[in-house]
């Protein structure tokens, strides 16, 4: 039994057997060993009190001590409330009911470990602060790293749980609970991950979307001043950048008052927070799900927002300073991220609707600008597409890797480039199962990018991962076995793409495309500049870093 106490850092004994008890001073876990992958799973872990009643929108709180009987870690604890994603028109996706009392982690630990604790990757999952769990399978990723660190996975707050936001939240509660939440899990991890043999001062956070949004938020937590006490690294996969309000702004109130209406409770007086804690969580949920889904097409109504004490500004500008917690940091996007988030635009008066509405601030001078460094070359769909991508997505990839420069700081930068590269379609690759189109010395690759980041402090892979098994020269010069440190000034970015394969028709968010599938795919990764890329994205992500500084309601 690896046994441990509450705060305490230094694991007391250790003793490989197997079922595995951790004994997290708090309460008693009892894991669940596997002998082919060689992990043993520790699921459902609570690391926070529940959330419940005068608890709700409150920061969280230690766990109460149960000690009455050993807890099975087998199963995944509960899933929180799941608020939709707005699609206008068309409705809503992903309003799942779940349970308050979700605040529990996940931790997958090599069974047998080297003498020498194990670097730890922590990751915070994806669904615009609205939906989404914890449940991601980090078997894969730390199998094809060779059982080198350990893992965990975190639940949040979301929706209106998580972000609800006014002058009134403030007031009565907190403001960012969700954000909240992720940070007193890395302060769980700091306390407890040597229980399972892991090295709390070799830490990476990661996450995919507004899971990787989340870790921005980190890396600038409290104007950048938490240094290297909570992590040393961090990973942000498609970090979305949602338009960033302040906390007291008309749109956030307005969705309080929304929200607190649909729950049935006053909406301008010091009794509206009490009236929300008395309700119980179905009228709530209920209420998340309506407001949610009222949005615009593409967006989920509750974001975090700039609170003025752990988020300070917006990221946009926060960036721009290198105010960063943290020592290194690994950043990317996928080529097309933006083709699933706005509603159809086939007309010039139905793009011109899109961007009144998407940047209702804009004066004519913004919008002479937009059309110089968007031509609608192809269609006004895609120009739309691009526009939402760099904005929400692209741009902030790139302000995060040059935040992190020059030294002692270090960012990386790379673009998943696999067709049809849309927002999400890289996730297989890193955790599995992959799909089709990605084939396995592309996964083992990609997988060994993110592990030696964790192990290694640098995402550079050996040539012959990098060409893969199957290539004519395995060994040969790659690019990626010397991965450079990105800059201003040398703004390298790794494209991670494939070459090969069948054509094969296949199904991708319901439409049908086309993609090369095995046999014959081949590893095609290359080194570019991120400034020229895509017909000089630099230069774009340069104007709206520009514009939002003036601006809020833009970026």
């Not at 993110?450 to 402090?457: A, C, Q």
Request: hydrophobic content about 40%.
């Amino acid at each position: 039994m690896i046994r441990c106490f509450a705060l305490v850092l230094s694991v007391v004994s250790i003793t490989l057997a197997v079922p595995l008890q951790v004994d997290l001073g708090y309460s008693i876990y009892q894991g669940v060993a596997n002998s082919t992958t060689g992990l043993t799973t520790f699921k459902g872990i609570r690391y926070a009190a529940p959330p419940l009643g005068s608890l709700r929108w409150q920061a969280p709180l230690r766990p109460a001590v149960n000690r009455t009987a050993v807890i099975s870690a087998a199963d995944f604890g509960p899933a929180c409330p799941n608020s939709p994603l707005s699609l206008g028109v068309l409705g809503t996706f992903g309003a799942i009911p779940g349970d308050e009392d979700c605040l529990n982690l996940n931790v997958y630990a090599p069974t047998t470990a080297p003498g020498t604790r194990l670097p730890v990757l922590v990751y915070i999952h994806g669904g615009g602060y609205g939906a989404g769990d914890g449940k991601q399978d980090m078997t894969s990723i730390i199998n094809t790293n060779g059982n080198s660190f350990i893992a965990v996975t975190i639940q949040y707050r979301l929706g209106a749980f998580g972000f609800l936001s006014s002058a009134i939240v403030k007031a009565n509660g907190v403001l960012n609970a969700g954000i909240l939440d992720q940070n007193f899990a890395l302060q769980w991890v700091q306390n407890h991950i040597s229980c399972f043999g892991g090295d709390p001062t070799r830490v990476t956070i990661s996450g995919e979307s507004s899971g990787g949004g989340s870790v921005m938020l980190h890396d600038l937590a409290y104007g950048g001043t938490l240094g290297n006490s909570l992590f040393i690294n961090s990973i942000s996969a498609s970090p979305y950048l949602p338009m960033q309000w302040g906390y007291a702004d008309s749109v956030p109130t307005n969705f309080f008052i929304a929200f607190a209406t649909a729950a049935g409770c006053p909406t301008s007086a010091k009794t509206t927070m009490i009236c929300l804690r008395s309700k119980n969580s179905t009228v709530l949920q209920n209420a998340s799900f309506a407001v949610s889904g009222s949005g615009e097409y593409g967006t989920w109504a509750f974001p975090p927002v700039t609170d003025g004490t752990y988020i300070q500004q917006r990221p946009s500008q926060a960036l721009l300073q290198k105010k960063v917690n943290g020592k290194r940091h690994l950043s990317g996007n996928c080529a097309n991220e933006g083709n699933l988030f706005h509603q159809p635009i086939a007309s010039l008066s139905d793009f011109n609707a899109w961007v009144n509405l998407t940047f209702p601030l804009f004066t004519a001078d913004d919008k002479a600008a937009l059309a110089t460094y968007y031509p609608i070359t192809v269609s006004y769909q895609e120009t739309a597409s691009e526009i939402f991508a760099e904005t929400t997505i692209v741009c902030p990839s790139y302000w995060l890797a040059e935040a992190y420069s020059p030294s002692p700081l270090t960012g990386y930068k790379f673009q998943y480039s696999v067709p049809v590269a849309l927002h999400s379609t890289d996730l297989p690759a890193y955790f599995g199962p992959p799909t089709p189109n990605q084939g396995p010395d592309f996964v083992k690759a990609f997988q060994t990018i993110w592990g030696n980041f964790v192990t290694l402090n640098n995402p550079s892979i050996s040539n012959t991962i990098a060409n893969g098994a199957s290539a004519p020269n395995p060994s040969a010069p790659n690019a990626a076995s010397a991965w450079p440190a990105y800059t201003r000034n040398n703004p390298a970015m790794i494209n991670l793409n494939e070459t090969g394969g069948t054509l094969t028709n296949a199904s991708s968010f319901g439409l049908t495309v086309l993609e090369y599938f095995e046999p014959g795919l081949l590893n095609n990764i290359t080194l570019v500049n991120a400034a020229t890329w895509e017909n000089g994205r630099g230069a774009r992500c340069d104007w709206w870093r520009g514009i939002s500084a003036d601006v809020p309601e833009k970026m």
